[in-house]
């Protein structure tokens, strides 16, 4: 068990609807990380959160948005659904950014 | 930005052998990780190895920061072991900070 916790762990829903994401990041780890894997796919860092504010974006959609709360935990909205956004989403915690993240065990995301 | 390189891609072992992965990095790295992703797709921590060696059971890895490049090693390979190897290492730009996958080694140990 990383400490990360991901939920919810599947999901499936339609084409053009909205979903949520949520991460709880370790005890104590301020830096959240959020990685998009496709079928067959290396993983896409999607953004970076630091302490409730975003710290980096990657090839994040704009149908797609962050946040993290103040208890540190944060959600992924993706929007207006496509076929092509079935995948794996991680979320992944560190203390900081150069310290070891370690990753929750994945929503994975089904759209059809 | 910083490239990360994995080879093999590729792997495929018989139960027993022993086998090396290879992550070479493109610039100077603050950190280097090596992740197992498990046909489950569960990332699991293997490694947090900026520079020299650590070794846990069967499976050690070494970090040359100065040449760019990470080792893992497997020995006596299990049908468990098999999966994806990921390499990863962060990129730091203007304080942001991300953490850069290889497109990973995909190993199969067969029985």
């Known amino acids: 068990d990383s400490g990360v916790t991901q939920t919810p762990k599947h999901l499936i829903t339609a084409t053009g609807q909205r979903v949520t994401l949520r991460c709880s990041p370790r005890?104590?780890?301020?830096?959240v990380y959020w990685y998009q894997q496709s079928l067959d796919q290396g993983l896409q860092f999607l953004i970076q959160y630091y302490n409730g504010e975003e710290r980096a974006k990657g090839n994040i959609l704009e149908r797609f948005s962050a946040q993290q709360f103040p208890d540190l935990h944060s959600e992924l909205n993706l929007s207006s659904l496509e076929l092509g956004d079935s995948a794996l989403y991680f979320c992944?915690?560190?203390?900081?950014?150069?310290?070891?993240?370690?990753f929750g065990q994945g929503t994975r995301l089904t759209v059809v | 930005g910083i490239q990360v390189e994995q080879s093999p891609p590729d792997l495929i072992l018989q139960e027993g052998a022993n086998s090396t992965l290879r992550c070479n990095f493109s610039?100077?790295?603050?950190?280097l990780q090596w992740f197992h992703q498990n046909p489950w797709g569960q990332l699991i921590n293997l490694f947090y190895i900026p520079s020299g060696t650590k070794q846990n059971g069967r499976l050690s890895a070494t970090t040359v920061a100065t040449e760019r490049y990470s080792l893992l090693y497997i020995s006596s390979s299990q049908t468990t072991d098999s999966g994806v190897y990921f390499c990863a290492s962060t990129l730091s730009q203007g304080g942001s900070e991300k953490l850069v996958f290889g497109k990973g080694t995909k190993l199969t140990v067969n029985p």
């Open positions: 992944a915690s560190s203390v900081v950014g150069r310290s070891e993240a370690f």
């Open positions: 005890s104590g780890d301020l830096s």
């Open positions: 610039d100077s790295v603050n950190n």
